[in-house]
Each structure stands twice: as C-alpha cells, then as structure tokens.
C-alpha cells in the first residue's frame, strides 16, 4: 500500500528562521495533501497539490509538488511562535494515509 | 466550511467498560466517515473507514469486534469501544470529506475524544 516518508520528525528553530520539512513517496501520488495539527488539537487542513512542479504560497507558506510528483515539502520563512505543531503530508490511495508528521518548536 | 462534531472530548473510563463516541457532519451528508487513532507525539493511523448503511472496513490489525462502527445515517458515525483496557487509552478522531466537493477533497476533522482507561 502507499507509504509516505516525512523528514525530519522533530525540528527546533530559534523564532525568526526558516523552517522546512520533506515527505517522499516511492511511488507517484495523485495529489499531496497537508495538514497542520497543535498540541492538543486535531489536524486542519493546509493545502492541497496536484499538478507536477505545483508550487502555492499561504502568506509565509511555500508548498511544493516535485516533478515526478513523489516529494512535497512545505517551507515556513520566519518562522512565529503560532507556527508551532506538528505538520502531516498525506496522501490518497484509495485512502487518505498521514506521514509520520514533523513537530515544530520554536525557540523564542 | 464544512464542520464535523464530534463527542465527547474526553472520557474516564475503567476497565472493562464501554465507550461510545459519536461523530457528525453538521452541514453535508457523508456516507463515509473514518476514524484514526493516535497516540501521544505519533502519527494519525487510520483504524477504520465507516460506511453509511453497510458493514465498516477495518484496517488490518484492527479488532473489529473492539472497535464497533455504526453509520446508521447521512450525518452520524460511532466507534464504540468495547471491553476497554488501558492500552486503547489513545486519542480518537474522525473525518469525512463533503462528497459535493469531489473524492480528492480534503478530510474534515472532528476535535477528537481523548480516551483514558484506568
């Protein structure tokens, strides 16, 4: 079945810098969906990526879809203690299935 | 946008008892529902995938006769767990996703119900 890597599971940023995290897919994904959780709460959806080579900006939120359409990454440029939580990549085989997640902490 | 509720937020319950946890969309009909479980700093693992008016498919590895799904109408699904020890203490959360919107829509969550079994 569809498995998606995400990397790295646990990132700390001083506040202020950039932030990145990776999902990798051994095969090619329809679309990419991600997904942002806080402590405590449950995941809200992000944004999702279809096309090869998308790219789509959320205010400081870079997303992208590679070409082969087996990566994604979601970029976050300086980075606010709001930003906190974990971020989950998804992606739908005939089921929605979450990566591992990367927890982001900022350092203030 | 749409919204799914779910109820309650958390539950205390012993060991050995029931605990039922209801989920609903509150302004489209989803004839499918899932529920994830997920544990402390893990990722969401997907447990089951209700099916409105027919039996649930359950994950491999999931009990299906612990984990009782109900889907008896358009709006609401309920994961029942039965005979609950302490290792299914876990945060339970269901989505669906507005069939208006297509197959590829993203999933609604509900707020999850943490589950603590003493």
């Known amino acids: 079945g569809q498995q998606v890597m995400q990397i790295p599971q646990y990132q700390h940023v001083q506040e202020g810098e950039d932030f990145t995290t990776y999902c990798n897919s051994s095969?090619?994904?329809?679309?990419i969906q991600w997904y942002k959780q806080r402590p405590g709460g449950h995941p809200v959806f992000l944004i999702q990526?279809?096309?090869?080579?998308e790219v789509k900006k959320q205010k400081r939120l870079t997303f992208q879809f590679g070409e082969a359409k087996k990566n994604s990454s979601l970029h976050i440029t300086a980075t606010q203690t709001t930003d906190v939580g974990t971020y989950f990549c998804?992606?739908?085989?005939?089921?929605?299935?979450f990566g591992k997640g990367t927890r982001l902490h900022i350092l203030p | 946008g749409a919204v799914v509720s779910q109820h309650p937020s958390w539950v205390i319950c012993k060991s050995g008892t029931s605990v039922k946890i209801e989920c609903r969309s509150l302004?489209?009909?989803?004839?499918?529902m899932f529920w994830y479980r997920q544990f402390p700093k893990q990722s969401l693992m997907l447990m089951a995938t209700?099916?409105?008016?027919?039996?649930?498919?359950?994950e491999q590895g999931v009990e299906k006769d612990k984990f009782l799904i109900n889907h008896a109408s358009l709006t609401l699904s309920t994961l029942t767990v039965t005979s609950a020890h302490p290792e299914d203490s876990s945060f339970y959360i269901c989505?669906?996703?507005?069939?208006?919107?297509?197959?590829?829509?993203?999933?609604?969550f509900g707020n999850g119900t943490r589950l603590t079994v003493t």
């Open positions: 989505s669906a996703r507005d069939p208006v919107r297509g197959s590829d829509s993203p999933l609604h």
């Open positions: 095969t090619t994904l329809s679309n």
């Open positions: 990526l279809v096309k090869s080579g």
């Open positions: 998804a992606a739908r085989d005939d089921k929605i299935i």
């Open positions: 302004d489209f009909q989803a004839t499918t």
């Open positions: 209700s099916n409105e008016g027919s039996k649930a498919t359950y």
